[in-house]
């Protein structure tokens, strides 16, 4: 799939067909995920994989499409503005194919020297990220953040609201979305799921594992059989019982 070969208009349903035909043809792909410290996985995985080293492992494992490139430009701390700002750096030098976005974790917060943001502002620049990755060509997936504790981030309590704006976007601008506060919703049974969380706002590596088969349903990266996918199905089971 060459990215200057989208069709116009672009919509959710036409980039999955899209996505879903590119992995059935050799051509390779360039997988470009962004967005803040969730992403760029340091730390709170405590040595085990990030929910991008999951997807790299699933395409260029399991899926063999060795020449696919997996990219990983999230910086901890970002906000969207900052990868707005840093456009070429952080998106289009990689010529991507696929994008996705998961951020709004440090977007949220109320506190430190950083403006706080509404979440009007917030889907105003998500909107522009969308316009802005269309325009290269790629296919962009926008994941909601997933849960906070509330109690113990409060500067981070309304991550709700801005969860819904990224489902707001998705929905207006018709592209992917993979609603990762949901299913973390659903998996801590309406709350914070503890067995999943390093702390009050970064996911452990079970909490990685969740969003990797979260990330990778939603794509429809299913490989059949999946040494993989078992073994991230059983992290998140052995998290939630230890929780």
């Known amino acids: 799939m060459s990215n200057a070969e989208s069709p116009a208009p672009a919509s959710a349903a036409a980039d999955l067909q899209r996505l879903t035909a590119a992995l059935a043809d050799p051509a390779p792909l360039n997988w470009l995920l962004t967005g803040d410290s969730i992403t760029h996985g340091l730390v709170h995985t405590q040595g085990g994989r990030s929910y991008p080293e999951h997807l790299h492992e699933l395409v260029r494992g399991e899926l063999a499409r060795v ?15 900052d990868i707005l700002d840093d456009w070429e750096r952080r998106v289009a030098s990689w010529n991507p194919d696929v994008v996705t976005l998961m951020i709004g974790t440090n977007d949220v917060s109320t506190a430190g020297v950083r403006p706080v943001l509404t979440a009007e502002e917030y889907a105003a620049s998500l909107r522009e990220f969308v316009t802005r990755a269309r325009g290269i ?8 953040p997933p849960a906070v504790d509330g109690l113990n981030a409060p500067e981070r309590a309304r991550i709700g609201e801005f969860a819904e704006a990224v489902r707001q976007v998705a929905a207006a601008e018709d592209v992917l979305l993979v609603d990762q506060y949901a299913r973390y919703a ?16 970064h996911p452990n590596a079970a909490g990685h594992a969740a969003l990797a088969l979260e990330l990778a349903t939603v794509l429809g990266i299913r490989p059949q059989p999946s040494r993989t996918l078992q073994l991230l199905e059983a992290l998140v089971a052995t998290a939630r019982l230890n929780a």
């Not at 060509?137 to 909601?144: D, F, K, Y």
């Not at 659903?186 to 706002?201: R, S, Y």
């Open 186 to 201: 659903e998996l801590g049974n309406g709350g914070v799921p503890w067995g999943l969380m390093g702390d009050p706002f």
């Open 137 to 144: 060509g790629a296919i962009v997936v926008l994941q909601t």
């Open 67 to 81: 020449r696919d490139i997996v990219v990983n430009s999230a910086i901890s701390g970002n906000r969207i503005e």
